[in-house]
């Protein structure tokens, strides 16, 4: 898609906007001018993610209008003075939190809990648009990937400081409830990570046949004997148990399939205001230990070296392309999940 110039000359681009809670509409914008440092990227793809979801719904302190959409590859379209990282033409993939370095966590290597944090489609113009800007120090060059993959540096790395976090055991065995996008880019890094074996739960039989192909080696839907099962497949439990749910009553369920001196990760973003309740005496009795895992920092070029050699696999993620004028059919589809099959959505302006 070419922006159309205006009378004035000014070059436009089309984006896809959120106008007020509830409501998009795709508008034609200013196309952006990078400053110095900064770099300009012809949109590719933009993965469509539940923070799209929530910030649709005014969540996450929304400021409207906003263009959403944070999992962004595209190509170098024109860079500022003083980029030194990458050139015209170069296919990229983006870290869309920015940070400034000089807050108390910024100072600490903390950066995605910056206390001026900004990002990418969240409190600035995001990748559902055909140009977006960013600064080169979250610019990545993803040469040797195809574009599509390089969509998925963000998530993926979500999943790669969860794993540096973790550092699973040699030869773990895991389990995760939750096979959606994240789900399943969950459970690959945790057997690039070094897990020998992991095991997934997921009412949608679709999701659970695509964990199989990309590597899952029991795969379940939850009934009423759940726990006896997943029990019976590892009677000393779980060497680490995770989710990429948010449903906190998962959450609770996890210490129990732990094995001792196991960990669990929460890994899903649960309601802000949910609590669980959990028996301290057998996180004590028995070894454990709970880590939580926000975000990314960092960790995009371990997603772009397990993306490269193979080791996560994304592309049978994507289940729908949509144009622009598709984000609210997308949204849609993050709001219902399992209804229209859908796993990773991705937006490309260029349809
Ligand atoms: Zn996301
Ligand atoms: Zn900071």
Redesign the pocket.
């Given at each position: 898609m070419t922006a159309t110039p205006r009378k004035s000359g000014v070059q436009t681009m089309p984006a896809a906007v959120i106008t007020a809670p509830g409501q998009v509409e795709v508008r034609e914008l200013p196309r952006p001018h990078p400053g110095p440092g900064e770099v300009r990227i012809r949109v590719h793809g933009t993965g469509v993610c539940g923070t799209d979801l929530h910030l649709l719904h005014g969540h996450f302190g929304a400021k409207f209008p906003l263009v959403p959409g944070h999992e962004i590859s595209g190509v170098v379209d024109e860079v500022g003075p003083g980029v030194r990282n990458v050139r015209e033409g170069d296919p990229v993939t983006l870290d869309p939190n920015l940070?400034?370095?000089?807050?108390?966590?910024?100072?600490r290597g903390l950066?995605q809990h910056?206390?001026?944090?900004e990002a990418l489609g969240v409190t600035l113009p995001g990748g559902f648009a055909a140009f977006a800007v960013c600064p080169a120090t979250n610019v990545y060059p993803a040469h040797g990937l195809t574009l599509d993959q390089a969509a998925f540096a963000e998530p993926l790395g979500c999943v790669a400081w969860g794993m540096t976090r973790l550092r699973p055991r040699p030869g773990a065995s895991a389990l995760v409830f939750g096979a959606g996008a994240i789900g399943l880019l969950l459970m690959q890094g945790l057997l690039a990570s070094g897990c020998s074996e992991v095991t997934v739960v997921d009412p949608v039989q679709d999701r659970l046949d695509l964990a199989r192909q990309l590597g899952a080696a029991h795969t379940l839907r939850p009934h009423d004997r759940l726990r006896e099962e997943l029990l019976d497949l590892r009677p000393h439990g779980y060497d680490v148990t995770s989710e990429a749910t948010g449903v906190p009553a998962v959450v609770a369920g996890l210490p129990e399939l732990t094995a001792t001196l196991g960990s669990v990760l929460v890994f899903g973003v649960a309601p802000e205001e949910a609590t669980v309740a959990i028996r301290p005496y057998d996180l004590f009795q028995r070894d454990l230990t709970v880590l939580g895992s926000f975000a990314l920092n960092q960790t995009v070029p371990l997603a772009l070296e397990w993306l490269r050699a193979g080791r996560v696999n994304v592309e049978p993620l994507i289940t729908h392309r949509l144009p622009l004028a598709g984000v609210p059919d997308a949204l849609n589809m993050k709001a219902h999940p399992g209804l229209a099959g859908a796993q990773k959505v991705l937006i490309t302006p260029g349809l």
């Amino acid at each position: 898609m070419t922006a159309t110039p205006r009378k004035s000359g000014v070059q436009t681009m089309p984006a896809a906007v959120i106008t007020a809670p509830g409501q998009v509409e795709v508008r034609e914008l200013p196309r952006p001018h990078p400053g110095p440092g900064e770099v300009r990227i012809r949109v590719h793809g933009t993965g469509v993610c539940g923070t799209d979801l929530h910030l649709l719904h005014g969540h996450f302190g929304a400021k409207f209008p906003l263009v959403p959409g944070h999992e962004i590859s595209g190509v170098v379209d024109e860079v500022g003075p003083g980029v030194r990282n990458v050139r015209e033409g170069d296919p990229v993939t983006l870290d869309p939190n920015l940070w400034c370095g000089q807050c108390h966590a910024c100072q600490r290597g903390l950066f995605q809990h910056c206390e001026h944090h900004e990002a990418l489609g969240v409190t600035l113009p995001g990748g559902f648009a055909a140009f977006a800007v960013c600064p080169a120090t979250n610019v990545y060059p993803a040469h040797g990937l195809t574009l599509d993959q390089a969509a998925f540096a963000e998530p993926l790395g979500c999943v790669a400081w969860g794993m540096t976090r973790l550092r699973p055991r040699p030869g773990a065995s895991a389990l995760v409830f939750g096979a959606g996008a994240i789900g399943l880019l969950l459970m690959q890094g945790l057997l690039a990570s070094g897990c020998s074996e992991v095991t997934v739960v997921d009412p949608v039989q679709d999701r659970l046949d695509l964990a199989r192909q990309l590597g899952a080696a029991h795969t379940l839907r939850p009934h009423d004997r759940l726990r006896e099962e997943l029990l019976d497949l590892r009677p000393h439990g779980y060497d680490v148990t995770s989710e990429a749910t948010g449903v906190p009553a998962v959450v609770a369920g996890l210490p129990e399939l732990t094995a001792t001196l196991g960990s669990v990760l929460v890994f899903g973003v649960a309601p802000e205001e949910a609590t669980v309740a959990i028996r301290p005496y057998d996180l004590f009795q028995r070894d454990l230990t709970v880590l939580g895992s926000f975000a990314l920092n960092q960790t995009v070029p371990l997603a772009l070296e397990w993306l490269r050699a193979g080791r996560v696999n994304v592309e049978p993620l994507i289940t729908h392309r949509l144009p622009l004028a598709g984000v609210p059919d997308a949204l849609n589809m993050k709001a219902h999940p399992g209804l229209a099959g859908a796993q990773k959505v991705l937006i490309t302006p260029g349809l």
